[in-house]
T-cell receptor, first 107, second 113 residues
Framework: KNEVEQSPQNLTAQEGEFITINCSYS?????LHWLQQHPGGGIVSLFM???GKKKHGRLIATINIQEKHSSLHITASHPRDSAVYIC?????????FGTGTSLTVIP | NAGVTQTPKFQVLKTGQSMTLQCAQD?????MSWYRQDPGMGLRLIHY???????DQGEVPNGYNVSRSTTEDFPLRLLSAAPSQTSVYFC????????????FGSGTRLTVV
């Protein structure tokens, strides 16, 4: 049973393209996190959301609590955005993670 | 400001051996947590702590023990290593559980043979 599903699993884009990564979840949550895992393995927090929309630079994250869905958008993608993007939900008692979306941005 | 420091980076154990993975943070964060990452399964929460002296189980706690005697340190103990515990382990901390901005350690790659 997967509490968190991400799509697509793999994504290849040309530099400059607008990218969307989707996350759907099946449990009640107190917060949703987006993480970035670099090719070397390091993990960085991008966003924490409980409602609405957040923006940081070229990254935008949205969440629809009623539909149990979140999206991560990258505007004007760049090769340095190549990484695995991971969605995680906090139920208050547990954290559940998606298996990640592997993004490759080609120059 | 070192952030979250995990040691060792790599470890090979024989089945049945015990060991402790170390995690230390210097940001005075109350919340600390341990995860394992396996191919095709994503990250899974093992144990977490909301402050010194308080620990609780995550999704996959069996075979692991933790303690939190200080705010800074949150070691993860493997009591009797099994091949199923071969994984990459990450420690993370944040100001509180509900805070933005979890800081992750660089990971420990553990192989149990």
């Amino acid at each position: 049973k997967n509490e968190v599903e991400q799509s697509p699993q793999n994504l290849t884009a040309q530099e400059g393209e607008f990218i969307t990564i989707n996350c759907s979840y099946s449990v009640g949550i107190s917060a949703l996190h987006w993480l970035q895992q670099h090719p070397g393995g390091g993990i960085v927090s991008l966003f924490m959301l409980s409602s609405g929309k957040k923006k940081h630079g070229r990254l935008i994250a949205t969440i629809n609590i009623q539909e149990k869905h979140s999206s991560l958008h990258i505007t004007a993608s760049h090769p340095r955005d190549s990484a695995v993007y991971i969605c995680a939900v906090d139920t208050g008692n547990q954290f559940y993670f998606g298996t990640g979306t592997s993004l490759t941005v080609i120059p | 400001n070192a952030g979250v420091t995990q040691t060792p980076k790599f470890q090979v154990l024989k089945t049945g051996q015990s060991m402790t993975l170390q995690c230390a943070q210097d940001m005075n964060h109350e919340y600390m947590s341990w995860y394992r990452q396996d191919p095709g399964m994503g990250l899974r929460l093992i144990h977490y702590s909301v402050g010194a002296g308080i620990t609780d189980q995550g999704e996959v706690p069996n075979g692991y023990n933790v303690s939190r005697s200080t705010t800074e340190d949150f070691p993860l103990r493997l009591l009797s290593a099994a091949p199923s515990q071969t994984s990459v382990y990450f420690c993370a901390s944040s100001r509180t559980r509900r805070s933005y901005g979890y800081t992750f350690g660089s990971g420990t790659r553990l192989t149990v043979v």
